[in-house]
């Protein structure tokens, strides 16, 4: 993985410029294969940033660190100012309800329905009276995706 | 070589150090699952899977084991005209070691690798690594409502083997051996007391928490693949056996010293 400094992209002008995920001197081995080497990058809110590199580079053990589910070798992150990289398992559940993070071969519950995935994270952080309504939600978003009647 | 071994030392304390904590904290989470309502689903999910079931396939191990027994040992006993205490000897057996013992591995044969194999595959298509970023504790999620189940059913899927051993036993007895009834019964139950049934199902309790433990443990670190996932299962059928037996042998020295303590305070209050 090459170091990379800035991403590039477009969002709101109004919200460019505050640094939501910081990653200082980041350095990865498994083993003693080196993956990621004193990397540092920013990404700010309201730009779209995008890390690019050939297959096997490093670019998936980079982003899981954005939400520590790698811890780093060296080096350190941060989210929105505060470092993360150093919390435990129980303060880290906290800030990884601030992400959405799309797995590469998708990482559904094969266990669960489509509905029952979109209502996961839901059923275990929202103290929700009324099901029927998530339920109602979960139809409607995912008739906006073209996949209306898929739910169970 | 010395750096070989070494580094296969290193490499068992760290592997050690980690099932630790691991164990430690599927323990101390699943305590705290007891007090959360939403949890409560999740386990009658697992006790239905783990409990109800294996009833059947417990109940057939039990009672082959009675029947095993009976045949076994009626040659010893009638030798020296003892044939009436068939039942003690396959009661008591039955009861305090091979029902216990014999329902555990036969569970650790079929939920420990049934948790393994399931617990694996989430692990290699990353579905755990989408529990935690999602911002759940896949110890609390997945763990402790499989922790839980294993360690309050073990114990009744005991009671069912043990169950089973001993009609098995008493049926073999009566039919092929012509064994008085009467007394079979009457030396079964001044030689069985509820001590003994009391330690086998207190062990049986220790060996659903080992059972689960293990595989879920070897679930969470198996590796990627097919190969590895049954890789996975078999270390944790191989290490569940292993457990079970050790465990076996260390609360057997364990109740035989507490019993020893209690027998005389009883003797005097009786």
Redesign the interface.
């Known amino acids: 993985m090459e170091k990379n400094t800035d991403g590039n992209g477009q969002g709101c002008e109004k919200d460019r410029g505050e640094t939501i995920i910081e990653v200082r001197n980041l350095t990865r081995k498994f083993g003693a294969k080196l993956v990621l080497d004193k990397i540092n990058l920013s990404v700010e809110k309201g730009k779209t940033t995008v890390v690019i590199g050939p297959s096997g580079c490093g670019k998936t053990v980079l982003i899981?660190h954005f939400?520590v589910?790698q811890r780093p070798t060296q080096g350190e992150v941060y989210f929105k100012g505060n470092r993360v990289d150093n919390l435990s398992?129980?303060e880290?559940?906290?800030?990884?309800?601030h992400?959405g993070?799309l797995?590469?071969?998708g990482?559904?519950?094969?266990s669960m329905t489509v509905a029952e995935n979109i209502m996961?994270?839901i059923r275990?952080?929202a103290k929700i009276r009324d099901w029927r309504q998530v339920e109602e939600i979960v139809k409607v978003k995912l008739a906006l995706v073209g996949l209306d009647g898929f739910q169970n | 070589m010395i750096a070989a071994l070494g580094a296969k030392a290193i490499e068992d304390v760290v592997n050690a150090g980690r099932f630790g904590r691991f164990a430690w904290r599927s323990a101390t989470t699943s305590a705290r699952s007891c007090a959360r309502k939403s949890t409560y689903p999740l386990i009658w999910t697992q006790m239905f899977i783990i409990g109800v079931n294996s009833v059947p396939v417990i109940m057939i191990t039990g009672a082959f084991v009675g029947m095993t027994l009976a045949i076994q040992a009626y040659d010893q006993l009638a030798g020296m005209g003892l044939e009436e205490h068939l039942g003690v000897l396959i009661n008591i057996s039955v009861v305090k070691e091979l029902g216990p013992v014999l329902a555990a591995v036969m569970l650790a044969g079929r939920i420990g690798g049934a948790l393994t194999a399931e617990l694996g595959t989430m692990n290699v298509?990353?579905?755990i690594?989408?529990v935690?970023?999602?911002?759940?504790?896949p110890i609390r999620?997945l763990v402790a409502p499989r922790l839980l189940a294993c360690l309050l059913l073990t114990p009744v899927l005991t009671i069912f083997a043990d169950l089973m051993g001993v009609v098995g036993g008493a049926l073999v007895s009566f039919l092929q051996f012509d064994i008085n009834s009467r007394a079979y019964w009457m030396f079964s139950a001044s030689a069985v007391a509820l001590w003994d049934v009391s330690v086998g199902i207190a062990k049986a309790f220790f060996f659903g928490g080992a059972i689960a433990v293990i595989s879920c443990y070897k679930g969470f670190n198996c590796k990627e693949g097919a190969h590895g996932v049954g890789q996975a299962c078999t270390d944790a059928f191989v290490a569940s056996f292993i457990s079970i037996l050790a465990l076996d042998f260390a609360l057997a020295v364990t109740f035989k010293t507490i019993y020893h303590i209690f027998w005389p305070i009883k003797s005097i209050v009786t």
Do not use: C, W
Request: no cysteine; net charge negative; glycine share 6%.
């Open positions: 899981k939400i589910l398992e129980h880290l559940n906290g800030v990884r309800t992400f993070y797995f590469q071969e990482a559904l519950f094969d996961f994270p275990q952080h | 298509t990353e579905q690594d989408a935690r970023s999602m911002g759940t504790d999620y």
